[in-house]
């Protein structure tokens, strides 16, 4: 659906696009900061941002900078403030919309904070356990979010081999599937309970610090 806007589109909120002719449309930037000013409730103007800035994904991109000093050149635009509150929430680093979503319920819901998105978990010889979708620093509550890609029978196998290396090192997993995000409360209670008993565990043979090989591997590239 296109929704008409007939407000201020600045020259630097422009560019060309050459489709057989040249074509004048707005930048990515200005795009997320329109799509996360008309979406329908924060979370969803979350996704939008978080979508437009991602770098896990090869493909064209902003940056929340970017979008920043969009929503600061038009302060009175309908749909700022929720902009402005999404823009506060937003990570560059969120893989999916689904993952957007379980971040929301641990941080809005659930109350966590100071979460690492897509981070590498190593174990304490330097050997890499996984990407953990959300990491709780502190404790080593490990947040997995099982979207519709999830359910194939090689993606599932290497969720469970990346799950029970995680367990192996210590850290506790709740995992979010679809129906989680359709019963909100109870995924952020699971959540809720899931810290403690990270906080818990006797074992911590996880680290967050990345050894040297980390930096030079090309596999490794979308996660820096």
Same mark, same amino acid.
């Given at each position: ?58 493909? #064209? ?9 969009v929503e600061a050149r038009h302060v ?31 941080? %809005?819901?659930?109350? %966590? ?6 981070? #590498? ?27 519709a890609g999830h359910r194939e029978i ?56 990345? #050894? ?13």
């Open positions: 659906m296109i929704t008409p806007f007939r407000g201020r589109v600045l020259a630097e909120e422009l560019t060309v696009v050459d489709v057989g002719e040249h074509v004048a449309v707005t930048t990515l930037a200005r795009a997320a900061f329109d799509e996360a000013r008309i979406a329908p409730d924060l979370r969803a103007a979350v996704v939008a941002i978080d979508m437009a800035v991602s770098t896990t994904h090869r493909r #064209p991109r902003t940056t929340l900078d970017a979008v920043r000093r009175k635009v309908r749909g700022v403030v929720q902009v402005r509150k999404a823009l506060s929430l937003a990570s560059e680093r969120s893989a999916s919309p689904a993952e957007t979503h379980t971040r929301l319920v641990a941080q %809005l819901d659930a109350g %966590l904070t100071g979460l690492r998105v897509n981070a #590498p978990l190593f174990d304490l010889d330097g050997v890499l356990l996984g990407v953990a979708d959300l990491v709780d620093p502190e404790t080593g509550l490990v947040i997995e979010t099982d979207g090689e993606q599932h196998t290497l969720d469970n081999r990346r799950e029970e290396a995680f367990e192996r090192a210590g850290c506790v997993v709740v995992r979010a599937m679809a129906l989680d995000h359709r019963d909100r409360w109870g995924l952020s209670a699971r959540i809720v309970r899931g810290r403690p008993d990270a906080a818990r565990t006797s074992r911590r043979r996880w680290t967050l610090d990345p #050894p040297p090989w980390w930096s030079t591997w090309p596999g490794a590239r979308p996660w820096h």
